[in-house]
C-alpha cells in the first residue's frame, strides 16, 4: 500500500479497487466486486437498519422512532412546501435518496482506518452522483410529462411575459433546466 511505503497520496482514498472477483469479467469488461460497491451495500444496510428500527410504531416513541420520524418529517414538510399536497406521494423517494447521501457521507467520514478497514465516500465519485441525478431529472420530467403532456413546455414561460421576449426566456429557461442534473 502506498502509506506503508512511506509516501502519501491524498488522492489514494478516492482509488476504486477490487476487492474480490479480479478476473470475473462480461464481453471483456471486468465486474469485480470493489470497495465502491461495498461501501454502498453497506450504506444500505445501515439505511435498512436505522428504518426497520423506527418501524415500530409505537404510541409513544422512543429515541430510535423520533429520529426515524424526524427525518420523514422534515422531508415531507420540505416537499409540501416546495410542491404542494401533490409532492406527498414522491417523499419516500426523496427521503431514500437524501437518507442514502446523508449516511454514504457519514460513514465515509467515520475514522475507521485505524483499524484497517479504509472508509470510502461513495459521493466522491461522479458515477453515484451522476446516476442519481439522472435518475431524479428522468423523474421529474416523466411526471411532468404525464400531468402536462407537451403543455410541459409552456411552463418554462412565466405568465404575462410580453410575446416578443417569449423565444428568448424559453430557450433561458430551458437551459436553466436541462443545466441542474
Known amino acids: 500500500m502506498v502509506a506503508e511505503s512511506g509516501k502519501i497520496d491524498p488522492m489514494h482514498q478516492f482509488l476504486i479497487e477490487p476487492m474480490f472477483g479480479k478476473e470475473w469479467a462480461i464481453a471483456g469488461h471486468n465486474i469485480a466486486f470493489t470497495n465502491s460497491a461495498m461501501w454502498m451495500v453497506v450504506t444500505l444496510g445501515v439505511l435498512w437498519l436505522f428504518m426497520l428500527g423506527g418501524m415500530k410504531r409505537e404510541l409513544i416513541p422512543g429515541r430510535w422512532q423520533a429520529a426515524v420520524e424526524g427525518f420523514t418529517g422534515f422531508i415531507s414538510n420540505m416537499m409540501q412546501a416546495n410542491i404542494g399536497p401533490e409532492g406527498k406521494k414522491f417523499t419516500p423517494y426523496v427521503f431514500s435518496l437524501f437518507m442514502f447521501i446523508l449516511i454514504a457521507n457519514i460513514l465515509g467520514m467515520m475514522p475507521v482506518g485505524v483499524f484497517g478497514l479504509h472508509p470510502f465516500t461513495v459521493t466522491s465519485h461522479l458515477t453515484v452522483t451522476g446516476v442519481l441525478a439522472v435518475l431524479s431529472f428522468a423523474i421529474v420530467l416523466i411526471v411532468g410529462f404525464w400531468r402536462h403532456g407537451f403543455h410541459f413546455f409552456s411552463l418554462f414561460i ?24
Open 158 to 181: 412565466p405568465h404575462g411575459t410580453p410575446g416578443y421576449m417569449i423565444p428568448l426566456i424559453f430557450l433561458i429557461e430551458l437551459f436553466s433546466f436541462l443545466i441542474r442534473p
